[in-house]
């Protein structure tokens, strides 16, 4: 229990945290969230379902409010708090940091995300996926750019439209269970209402195509990212979507097996386009964190794409594509969080030549850079690799749609980096990088490293709760067919 | 040790010492950072020697599980064998006499540790490459390079006059290389599903078990496997970023873009020899594509004028020649020809580095001339090297190039015509480049003559040690009609890898076609240096300026205009596809598409706002026309329904 | 028996008469601007109701729906009163009692 509300306590604590004293709250009340997570994965069994709240009583409108983690949860949850802790890191030398409102703020979410990660009740997981918003959206509009109402209003109106779908799917998913529990939600039986199942599923998939965010839907994000601060954009781009392809993994493919055998392929499609799409727009994107989104949009349109295709070997490599992508976010976002704030600009036209006054900047940047286009020794390389591979197999003009961002990637990735630290040197005064920006960097590069060594380690964790699952759906519906 | 242990070393010694300079190498003296870089890879080459020598059969050494699928697992394993082995020699022999060389090279550069850390990485890239007994650790390796490649290309991205220029040639190089890696990839996803495992041993055993099951996805798997090749060994059509990565410093344009790197598609299909076997058609496009490549580049390094270019495409030309040794299956040929290759090759552009050195950064050749008596040993391992690219006879490129030319001869007379004009294309450009250089006066002005000395002795010792092997190389695989039993033997040595598919000598080739044969290719070599030596040293005939070229000068001078045509075809439309999808079809339709959806909605609750007057009349006028209207409606449905 | 023949043989005419005295009110509340007027007429379709459910109530010999009516007298007294009262206030407000000045909740 501590594990869910700790976050929300000291949450609030902060707002009344004195300004002077709010850095170190933060950043020590994060280690402290994180180190209940890692007590919680020390004495966890990957083969168990612990039960964090299980009241047995049915309660009025078939809630049951069960809370709970299984290997794939805890791994979210541990991902949530870490890199939580490593944005307040990465944050620490900036005015945000200082402020209790953004520090509080954080923990909320840190609070709806994990309640998001544990939720093993219909209704409770959609309270928790409307409660993630507000913070974000209150961080948005405190700490964003001043004139970003547009923006603003546009994430806010994706988002909802999203999320009212999924109200009305899960309301609609309760006339197939007796309650919205999720033991029998991943039972009900839509045999012979496949198209029932399919615009229920299509409802759900609809909130998470918007927040992952696929194809067309993607509209909100370019803007969003722009006008957020930076601890802004690393919490919507690291954490945020994963929600969404956590909830595809653990809700949607479970419960509504039998419909989404419609919309696997239409999903598949606009997410193959997604990688190409956003990979091309990237390419001539003059403002880095614009540039990031659109990178964003072609990794996460492979890992939907291969999350959708239902194999055992594709989940836990989206597993692995999802981690690392956050690493990924996280680090980029850094990098550009960082050159706007020496230069009070991110347009690679104005920049040039910063690796040589910053060489330390340069080189990790660089660093992140190799990270993220996925080469080999990090966790990018062996996602992305069986993500295509299961993509091919599937069909070979997705395969090599998807193998596209190989190429495509190292485009645009080093077109950014190059354009920003070499060439002419048209900045000559940049300050190299603080204390915590080394250690962000060389944290989020270890695990790179580390899940790219060893990535055994995820699939060990989440392979038993994929299973747990395919037991639980109905006799001859397996997730590998 | 055992040989487990030994090969584990080998391979992580480069590591070890790439760890150790980049992390401390900044605080350390140049000579210990240098020394320790050549050390680690001369220790490896040294072990690679005892387990060369105690070689008897295929080891797999298993190292661990990286991560374990539903359908399949991806390990690092690694395998000794005798390709494994001799690959390893190649790249640890002369990247270690390469590193030596580039301790004196480098020692004015401010990057030095930066230098030897990513030269020791490569290395280490490189030794993955050949040395994993599976498609993934050989992927593994296939990108380090690439990666290592593409740093040690753009290395001087801060120059100020040259920076922009070396980044931007490495970043076509790694992007050129990842569309080959992307090719691999697709091959490995074939073979996964295919064979269910990625080790050659057992990959080979299924195939040759039962051939006839695999004929039709060897087809695909091998055309694949040689679009990774075509981009990492820079044949046509990928090649245009190997001449390009000449903006990379000279050590590493040996290393890496003529000894090594470039060499791995060669290795890759070597050691696939058994899919290739079975797929005759991706051999006559591996033939063609071969032919193809080694004749432009030939034509286009006529022209060049940059000392580096030329090798550059010398180095496409070679590669190109070792193609068309694989496309007629001649895997040992290949072999052979990379090993005499890497020698010579890498002794040409450790020579021009040293030219380089000498001239103080100059690399046109229109500035230098009679530079023999100024760099005397450079000139001396310069002249054999050029000698043994030309195939003067019996030095290594003379014997290795025969080989080919033989098999070509034997499978078409064609062919062997074609190759031979690109055989003459090699010796006229290569003796134009040495008569260029050491002969004549000098043209680069009096103040930069005073300034040319003779390169320190780290530099030339690995000039002298590739000299002696590029005079001698030949001795490893002499040609068996002539030397009979004493011939062929790395031909032998390297028998075992190609699962009895290969053929080490051309069929019924007699001893004299044998030796005719090296006879016109030895006359060829000889006139050419003759008339090189008439046109450029007695008439002192200096490469024309751009103004007095006929068209076909203009051609080769222009590279075919070849980088021209892909900037239109490729750059360009994806380029114009990015501005128009983000100006048009994102602004326009998908971001005002939402607008336009928002604004719709919010003009219909304008329009019904309207209906709200605030006149109780108008409201009490609706209301009884609502009640006029349902009271009709029940009177006409009970009236004429009922 | 008679009588309740008479009465139906001229239901007819109190409902003709109640549908008339109820059409003038409408009519009366849609075209008018008086308030005063407005009030009288929306007394007079409420007395048009009434006659209709006392002739009813006759015609059918139940004496419930004329207890009903009585009621509705009085509610609609108390209606007059407050609307009368109503009525004053605007008035006082705007110096006006026609109905078109009052349109502030228009949207």
Same mark, same amino acid.
């Given at each position: 229990?501590?594990?869910?509300?700790?976050?929300?306590?000291l949450g609030?604590?902060?707002?009344?945290?004195?300004?002077?004293?709010?850095?170190?709250?933060?950043?020590?009340?994060?280690?402290?969230?994180?180190?209940?997570?890692?007590?919680?994965?020390?004495?966890f069994?990957?083969?168990?379902?612990?039960?964090?709240?299980?009241?047995?009583?049915?309660?009025?409108?078939?809630?049951?409010?069960?809370?709970?983690?299984?290997?794939?949860a805890l791994?979210?949850?541990?991902?949530?708090?870490?890199?939580?802790?490593?944005?307040?890191?990465?944050n620490?030398?900036?005015?945000?940091?200082?402020?209790?409102?953004?520090?509080?703020?954080?923990?909320?979410?840190q609070?709806?995300?994990?309640?998001?990660?544990?939720?093993?009740?219909?209704?409770?997981?959609?309270?928790?996926?409307e409660?993630?918003?507000?913070?974000?959206?209150l961080?948005?509009?405190?700490?964003?750019?001043?004139?970003?109402?547009?923006?603003?209003?546009?994430?806010?109106?994706?988002?909802?439209?999203?999320s009212?779908?999924?109200?009305?799917?899960?309301i609609a998913?309760g006339?197939f269970?007796?309650?919205?529990?999720?033991f029998?939600?991943?039972?009900?039986?839509?045999?012979?209402?496949?198209?029932?199942?399919?615009?229920?599923?299509?409802?759900?998939?609809?909130?998470?195509?918007?927040?992952?965010?696929?194809?067309?839907?993607?509209?909100?994000?370019?803007?969003?990212?722009?006008?957020?601060?930076?601890?802004?954009?690393?919490?919507l781009?690291?954490?945020?979507?994963?929600?969404?392809?956590?909830?595809m993994i653990?809700?949607?493919i479970?419960?509504?097996?039998?419909?989404?055998?419609?919309?696997?392929?239409?999903?598949?499609?606009?997410?193959?386009?997604?990688?190409?799409?956003?990979?091309?727009?990237?390419? /001539?994107?003059?403002?880095? /964190?614009?540039?990031?989104?659109?990178?964003?949009?072609?990794?996460?349109?492979?890992?939907?794409?291969?999350?959708?295709?239902?194999?055992?070997s594709?989940?836990?490599?989206?597993?692995?594509?999802?981690i690392?992508?956050?690493?990924?976010?996280?680090?980029?976002?850094?990098?550009?969080?960082?050159?706007?704030?020496?230069?009070?600009?991110?347009n690679i036209?104005?920049?040039?030549?910063?690796?040589?006054?910053?060489?330390?900047?340069?080189?990790?940047?660089a660093?992140?850079?190799?990270?993220?286009?996925?080469?080999?020794?990090?966790?990018?390389?062996?996602?992305?690799?069986?993500?295509i591979?299961?993509?091919?197999?599937?069909?070979?003009v997705?395969?090599?749609?998807?193998?596209?961002?190989?190429?495509?990637?190292?485009?645009?990735?080093?077109?950014?980096?190059q354009g920003?630290?070499?060439?002419?040197?048209?900045?000559?005064?940049?300050?190299?990088?603080?204390?915590?920006?080394?250690?962000?960097?060389?944290?989020?590069?270890?695990?790179?490293?580390?899940?790219?060594?060893?990535?055994?380690?995820?699939?060990?964790f989440?392979?038993?709760?994929?299973?747990?699952?395919?037991?639980?759906?109905?006799?001859?519906?397996?997730?590998?067919? | 040790m055992?040989?487990?242990?030994?090969?584990?070393t080998?391979?992580?010694?480069?590591?070890?010492g790439?760890?150790?300079?980049?992390?401390?190498?900044?605080?350390?003296?140049k000579?210990?950072?240098?020394?320790?870089?050549?050390?680690?890879?001369?220790?490896?080459?040294?072990?690679?020697l005892?387990?060369?020598?105690?070689?008897?059969?295929?080891?797999?050494?298993?190292?661990?599980?990286?991560?374990?699928?539903?359908?399949?697992t991806?390990?690092?394993?690694?395998?000794?064998d005798?390709?494994?082995?001799?690959?390893?020699?190649?790249?640890?022999?002369?990247?270690?006499?390469?590193h030596?060389?580039s301790?004196?090279?480098?020692?004015?550069?401010?990057?030095?540790?930066?230098?030897?850390?990513?030269?020791?990485?490569?290395?280490?890239?490189?030794?993955?490459?050949?040395?994993g007994?599976?498609?993934?650790?050989?992927?593994?390796?296939?990108?380090?390079?690439?990666?290592?490649?593409?740093?040690?290309?753009?290395?001087?991205?801060?120059?100020a006059?040259?920076?922009?220029?070396?980044?931007?040639?490495?970043?076509?190089?790694?992007?050129?290389?990842r569309?080959?890696?992307?090719?691999?990839?697709?091959?490995?996803?074939?073979?996964?599903?295919?064979?269910?495992?990625?080790?050659?041993?057992?990959i080979g055993?299924?195939?040759?078990?039962?051939?006839?099951?695999?004929?039709?996805?060897?087809?695909?798997?091998?055309?694949?496997?040689?679009?990774?090749?075509?981009?990492?060994s820079?044949?046509?059509?990928?090649?245009?970023?190997?001449?390009d !990565?000449?903006?990379?410093?000279?050590?590493?344009?040996?290393?890496?873009?003529?000894?090594?790197?470039?060499?791995?598609?060669?290795?890759?299909t070597?050691?696939?020899?058994?899919?290739?076997?079975?797929?005759?058609?991706?051999?006559?496009?591996?033939l063609?594509?071969?032919? !193809?490549?080694?004749?432009?580049a030939?034509?286009?390094?006529?022209?060049q004028?940059?000392?580096?270019?030329?090798?550059a495409?010398?180095?496409?030309?070679?590669?190109?020649?070792?193609?068309?040794?694989?496309?007629?299956?001649?895997?040992?040929?290949?072999?052979?020809?990379?090993t005499?290759?890497?020698?010579f090759?890498?002794l040409?552009?450790?020579?021009?580095?040293?030219v380089?050195? !000498?001239?103080?950064?100059?690399q046109?050749?229109?500035?230098?001339?009679?530079?023999?008596?100024?760099?005397?040993?450079?000139h001396?391992?310069?002249?054999?090297g050029?000698?043994?690219?030309?195939?003067?006879?019996?030095?290594?490129?003379?014997?290795?190039?025969?080989?080919?030319l033989?098999?070509?001869?034997?499978?078409?007379?064609?062919?062997?015509?074609i190759?031979?004009i690109?055989?003459?294309m090699?010796?006229?450009?290569?003796?134009?480049?040495?008569?260029?250089?050491?002969?004549?006066?000098?043209?680069?002005?009096?103040?930069?003559?005073?300034?040319?000395?003779?390169?320190?002795?780290?530099?030339?010792?690995?000039?002298?040690?590739?000299?002696?092997?590029?005079?001698?190389?030949?001795?490893?695989?002499?040609?068996?009609?002539?030397?009979?039993d004493?011939?062929?033997?790395?031909?032998?040595?390297?028998?075992?890898?190609?699962?009895?598919?290969?053929?080490?000598?051309?069929?019924?080739?007699?001893?004299?076609?044998?030796?005719?044969?090296m006879?016109?290719?030895?006359?060829?070599?000889?006139?050419?240096?003759?008339?090189?030596?008439?046109?450029?040293v007695?008439?002192?005939?200096?490469a024309?300026?751009?103004?007095?070229?006929?068209?076909w000068?203009?051609?080769?001078?222009?590279?075919?205009?070849?980088?021209?045509?892909?900037?239109?075809?490729?750059?360009?439309?994806?380029?114009?596809?990015?501005?128009?999808? !983000?100006?048009?079809?994102?602004?326009?339709?998908?971001?005002?598409?939402i607008?336009?959806l928002?604004?719709?909605?919010e003009a219909?609750?304008n329009?019904?706002?309207?209906?709200?007057s605030?006149?109780?009349?108008?409201?009490?006028?609706?209301?009884?026309?609502?009640?006029?209207?349902?009271?009709?409606y029940y009177?006409?449905?009970?009236?004429?329904?009922? | 028996?008679e009588?309740?023949?008479?009465?139906?043989?001229?239901?007819?005419?109190?409902?003709?008469?109640?549908?008339?005295?109820?059409?003038?009110?409408?009519?009366?509340?849609?075209?008018?601007?008086?308030?005063?007027?407005?009030?009288?007429?929306?007394?007079?379709?409420?007395?048009?109701?009434?006659?209709?459910?006392?002739?009813?109530?006759?015609?059918?010999?139940?004496?419930?729906?004329?207890?009903?009516?009585?009621?509705?007298?009085?509610?609609?007294?108390?209606?007059?009163?407050?609307?009368?009262?109503?009525l004053?206030?605007?008035?006082?407000n705007?110096?006006?009692?026609?109905i078109?000045?009052?349109?502030?909740?228009?949207?």
């Open positions: 229990m501590e594990l869910i509300f700790l976050p929300l306590i609030i604590i902060a707002f009344f945290v004195p300004t002077k004293w709010v850095r170190p709250f933060g950043l020590l009340a994060s280690i402290s969230i994180l180190a209940v997570s890692i007590v919680h994965l020390i004495n069994n990957t083969s168990d379902y612990v039960m964090l709240f299980n009241p047995a009583e049915i309660f009025p409108l078939g809630l049951t409010f069960k809370m709970g983690y299984d290997g794939l791994v979210m949850v541990l991902l949530t708090n870490a890199v939580i802790s490593i944005i307040l890191l990465a620490w030398n900036r005015e945000i940091s200082s402020n209790a409102r953004f520090t509080g703020l954080t923990f909320l979410m609070f709806a995300l994990i309640g998001l990660f544990t939720s093993l009740d219909g209704i409770l997981f959609y309270t928790f996926w409660l993630a918003l507000i913070p974000i959206f961080i948005l509009y405190w700490f964003g750019k001043q004139d970003n109402n547009r923006a603003l209003f546009k994430f806010f109106l994706y988002t909802l439209l999203g009212l779908m999924m109200l009305l799917s899960f998913l006339y269970a007796p309650n919205y529990s999720y029998q939600l991943v039972q009900a039986n839509f045999v012979g209402k496949e198209v029932a199942a399919a615009l229920i599923m299509g409802g759900i998939l609809f909130a998470f195509a918007v927040k992952i965010p696929l194809f067309p839907f993607h509209t909100w994000q370019a803007p969003t990212y722009t006008n957020a601060p930076m601890a802004g954009t690393m919490l781009s690291a954490l945020m979507l994963k929600m969404a392809l956590y909830g653990k809700w949607m479970p419960i509504g097996f039998e419909g989404l055998v419609y919309l696997k392929w239409p999903v598949i499609t606009l997410g193959g386009i997604g990688i190409v799409y956003g990979a091309i727009i990237a390419m /001539k994107q003059k403002d880095l /964190k614009t540039l990031f989104a659109y990178a964003s949009i072609s990794h996460l349109g492979l890992i939907a794409a291969g999350i959708m295709l239902f194999t055992v594709a989940i836990e490599a989206s597993m692995i594509q999802i690392n992508h956050s690493i990924v976010a996280v680090a980029l976002f850094l990098c550009a969080g960082i050159i706007e704030d020496r230069l009070n600009t991110r036209d104005d920049l040039g030549g910063i690796a040589k006054v910053a060489p330390h900047f340069g080189f990790w940047f660093v992140m850079t190799f990270i993220s286009v996925s080469v080999p020794f990090t966790a990018g390389f062996i996602g992305e690799f069986v993500l591979k299961e993509l091919f197999t599937a069909h070979w997705i395969g090599i749609t998807a193998a596209s961002t190989l190429v495509f990637g190292a485009v645009y990735m080093l077109r950014a980096y920003s630290m070499f060439g002419p040197s048209k900045v000559t005064v940049f300050a190299d990088l603080k204390w915590n920006e080394y250690l962000v960097f060389a944290l989020l590069t270890l695990a790179a490293i580390g899940f790219g060594l060893y990535p055994q380690i995820i699939i060990d989440i392979k038993p709760s994929i299973q747990f699952t395919q037991e639980l759906m109905s006799g001859d519906l397996t997730l590998t067919k | 055992g040989k487990d242990l030994l090969l584990l080998l391979i992580s010694l480069p590591l070890i790439a760890a150790i300079n980049g992390i401390l190498g900044k605080r350390m003296p000579l210990i950072v240098g020394s320790l870089a050549t050390m680690m890879v001369f220790v490896s080459f040294l072990i690679g005892t387990l060369f020598t105690g070689l008897d059969k295929t080891t797999i050494v298993h190292l661990f599980q990286v991560a374990k699928f539903e359908d399949f991806l390990d690092a394993n690694f395998q000794l005798s390709l494994s082995i001799w690959m390893t020699l190649i790249i640890t022999g002369i990247g270690s006499l390469i030596l060389f301790m004196g090279y480098m020692s004015h550069d401010e990057g030095y540790h930066k230098f030897f850390t990513y030269l020791n990485l490569f290395i280490f890239s490189m030794l993955l490459l050949v040395l007994s599976n498609y993934f650790v050989l992927f593994f390796g296939w990108e380090g390079v690439g990666i290592c490649s593409y740093l040690l290309i753009g290395f001087h991205y801060n120059d006059e040259k920076g922009l220029a070396n980044s931007l040639a490495a970043r076509k190089a790694f992007i050129m290389n569309i080959g890696d992307a090719g691999l990839l697709f091959a490995l996803f074939m073979m996964l599903n295919h064979f269910h495992t990625l080790e050659f041993v057992e055993k299924m195939v040759t078990a039962s051939p006839e099951l695999y004929t039709g996805i060897a087809g695909a798997i091998t055309l694949c496997l040689f679009l990774a090749a075509t981009g990492k820079a044949q046509i059509p990928l090649f245009t970023w190997l001449p !990565a000449m903006a990379g410093p000279t050590p590493v344009s040996a290393l890496i873009h003529a000894a090594t790197m470039v060499t791995a598609g060669i290795y890759l070597v050691r696939s020899n058994f899919l290739f076997e079975l797929a005759p058609t991706t051999k006559d496009i591996i063609v594509i071969g032919i !193809a490549t080694t004749v432009v030939a034509f286009i390094a006529m022209r004028n940059d000392i580096k270019k030329v090798l495409y010398s180095t496409v030309s070679q590669l190109g020649l070792m193609f068309v040794a694989l496309g007629m299956g001649a895997y040992t040929v290949a072999l052979f020809h990379v005499t290759h890497a020698f090759k890498a040409l552009f450790l020579g021009s580095g040293s380089i050195h !000498a001239m103080s950064d100059e046109d050749i229109r500035k230098m001339g009679g530079l023999s008596k100024l760099t005397p040993i450079t001396i391992t310069f002249l054999i050029t000698l043994a690219i030309a195939g003067f006879p019996f030095l290594s490129g003379f014997f290795s190039k025969d080989e080919i033989a098999h070509a001869w034997m499978s078409s007379p064609i062919v062997y015509g190759l031979m690109a055989v003459t090699t010796a006229i450009y290569m003796f134009r480049l040495y008569f260029l250089v050491f002969h004549g006066s000098f043209r680069g002005g009096e103040k930069l003559k005073s300034h040319v000395h003779e390169s320190g002795l780290s530099m030339t010792i690995p000039l002298m040690v590739l000299a002696v092997l590029s005079v001698f190389g030949g001795i490893l695989n002499l040609p068996g009609i002539v030397f009979h004493a011939g062929h033997w790395m031909s032998h040595f390297l028998e075992s890898t190609t699962y009895g598919l290969n053929q080490i000598e051309p069929e019924h080739m007699d001893g004299n076609q044998s030796i005719i044969l006879c016109i290719a030895s006359a060829v070599a000889l006139s050419v240096m003759t008339w090189a030596y008439i046109t450029y007695k008439k002192q005939a200096v024309k300026e751009d103004a007095d070229m006929n068209a000068e203009k051609l080769s001078s222009n590279k075919l205009y070849i980088d021209e045509i892909y900037q239109t075809i490729f750059v360009q439309p994806i380029l114009w596809l990015s501005t128009t999808l !983000a100006s048009q079809f994102e602004q326009r339709v998908l971001n005002n598409g607008f336009r928002t604004s719709a909605i219909s609750g329009y019904t706002r309207k209906w709200q605030g006149f109780l009349s108008s409201y009490l006028f609706w209301m009884v026309m609502g009640i006029i209207g349902f009271i009709s009177i006409i449905k009970s009236t004429f329904w009922n | 028996m009588q309740l023949n008479n009465i139906g043989a001229s239901l007819d005419f109190y409902i003709f008469v109640s549908i008339a005295l109820f059409s003038i009110g409408a009519i009366g509340v849609l075209t008018r601007k008086n308030m005063i007027v407005l009030l009288m007429c929306i007394e007079l379709m409420l007395n048009a109701v009434n006659l209709l459910l006392v002739t009813f109530s006759t015609f059918f010999g139940n004496g419930e729906a004329q207890i009903f009516v009585f009621f509705i007298i009085v509610v609609a007294a108390a209606e007059a009163t407050i609307g009368l009262s109503i004053i206030m605007a008035y006082r705007s110096k006006s009692i026609d078109e000045m009052f349109h502030k909740l228009n949207g």
